[in-house]
């Protein structure tokens, strides 16, 4: 299994890096299977997920759906033909046995349960708002020998007051707060725990905008919100860059001149940029091919959602269609592997404040948000970009949501499958199904169950469908209703 794998490597590159002066210590008895501590396991989780988080579920899926990007080779999501996305589902079901594991190693303490919490927390959100309702408080229960746990309803997953997902990030942060232990094998955070509960608390922004539909007491909110202890700048992020040697490169670096040619700009990015006048047009695209050997660069996007037939009927020339820069493509170590920016956790302040959710400075937050993003990018910030008229908070409550959510959706290029779920839950921006979609002309907002599942798992798996009414890409997930 890939996670197996990646778990191997990590131990051979902390060994290597290691200091040599304990060279013999660690050798000493080369025929005995050296014991395994918590820290190889930590590391191996975080470099698997993020990775895959950034440039399958991010590049590869979610800019599809977020227009972003706008496909001419491989086009099945960008042509809503989702599928069941079975491969992610694996791999965080094997991540989440990996941190249950970690329980049983020597060197195990409160430091390393807190911090593995906070990713289960996390792994299990990208579950349910990928799936909807899915195993959850039977899931990973291998001891008990239950290998067919019920599928949990959305709302219970993130609201139980026991065990749901801000509960469980509320009770790590006390645990952070109150343990002298410390990990080791953090590459995300560099082992700094007070990261760590920034992390877990900005998580808990985020899914408390998330399921703000369903609620009216935003006191919690309030409380995070003037508590500082959130992500604070971009030192924060949930980041780890990527490298220039191998194996630890930026996957597009490597991958086939297919899968790159494919990602072109889409209109919908195009248009947006374009209206702002944003300086960042060039921080993800390059000038067309054609424009620039022309001796005029100019940016140009695809449509979403067209097949290669009506490609070719209208006679649009591949060439002279804007790629991704040259940081995504040339540069083995441009960007970085994401789950969370300093930016997000602003924009997620500056909506709820302008939704009057929690007090505060709507256009503080906001442009702190866009500051950071600008900065995290190296871009720089035009003086006059704050009094643009497509940019300034000076309009009515659904004028200004749709300014900071657009602005939010741009700053989650890339980040697994976050601008998706924030376009389900607000309709901000409003994007059009492409002329050749698969899926009559709706917007999907959710994958398929794993076929694995009607197999293993038939009981619990029909009993959910029924709930959601059907096992299809349009059953919508609790918080969206």
């Not at 396991?41 to 227009?67: K, M, S």
């Not at 040619?261 to 300086?279: I, R, Y």
Request: glycine share 6%.
């Amino acid at each position: 299994m890939k996670h197996i794998q990646a778990f191997l490597l990590s131990v051979i590159l902390l060994f290597t890096l290691s200091c040599t002066e304990n060279f013999e210590d660690i050798n000493d008895n080369p025929n005995a299977p050296q014991e395994v501590s918590p820290e190889f396991l930590l590391t191996n989780v975080i470099l698997e997920q993020i990775d895959e988080h950034t440039f399958i579920q991010g590049l590869r899926f979610n800019n599809y759906l977020a227009q972003f990007n706008a496909d001419v080779e491989f086009e099945r999501i960008d042509r809503y033909e989702l599928g069941s996305n079975s491969g992610y589902w694996n791999m965080i079901f094997g991540l989440l046995a990996d941190l249950e594991s970690m329980k049983e190693l020597p060197g195990y303490n409160d430091a390393y349960d807190a911090v593995a919490e906070i990713y289960k927390v996390y792994l299990y959100s990208q579950l349910t708002d990928l799936w909807g309702d899915v195993p959850y408080s039977e899931a990973i229960q291998f001891n008990e020998l239950n290998f067919t746990p019920v599928y949990d309803r959305q709302e219970e997953i993130y609201t139980n007051p026991e065990n749901g997902l801000l509960a469980r990030l509320e009770a790590a942060v006390i645990q952070l707060e109150n343990t002298n232990e410390s990990i080791r094998g953090d590459i995300m955070f560099n082992n700094d725990l007070t990261k760590w509960a920034r992390f877990a608390n900005s998580l808990q922004v985020r899914f408390r905008i998330r399921i703000s539909g369903k609620f009216t007491d935003f006191s919690k909110l309030q409380q995070l919100a003037d508590g500082g202890q959130l992500l604070q700048s971009n030192a924060d992020n949930a980041v780890l860059p990527y490298l220039s040697a191998a194996p630890n490169q930026f996957p597009l670096f490597n991958a086939a001149t297919g899968i790159y040619q494919g990602l072109k700009m889409s209109e919908t990015f195009e248009n947006q940029l374009k209206q702002w006048n944003d300086p960042r047009l060039d921080v993800f695209f390059k000038p067309t091919p054609k424009s620039v050997l022309e001796g005029n660069p100019e940016f140009r996007g695809l449509q979403n959602g067209l097949s290669s037939q009506t490609i070719s009927e209208r006679g649009i020339d591949l060439n002279d269609l804007s790629l991704l820069s040259d940081r995504f493509r040339a540069v083995p170590d441009g960007v970085d592997a994401q789950i969370m920016l300093y930016s997000e956790v602003q924009f997620a302040l500056a909506e709820a404040v302008e939704r009057g959710f929690i007090s505060g400075d709507a256009n503080e937050y906001y442009q702190n948000g866009i500051a950071a993003h600008f900065e995290y990018y190296g871009a720089s910030l035009p003086g006059d970009y704050f009094a643009r008229e497509a940019i300034a908070l000076n309009g009515s409550t659904q004028e200004n949501l749709e300014k900071i959510l657009t602005q939010k959706w741009l700053s989650l290029f890339m980040i697994g499958h976050e601008a998706w779920f924030n376009i389900r839950r607000t309709g901000i921006p409003d994007l059009e199904p492409g002329p050749d979609n698969f899926n009559e002309d709706r917007y999907p907002v959710r994958y398929l169950y794993p076929e694995s599942e009607q197999a293993v798992n038939k009981e619990n798996y029909d009993a959910a469908v029924e709930r959601i009414v059907g096992d299809n890409i349009n059953a919508k997930n609790w918080w969206e209703n």
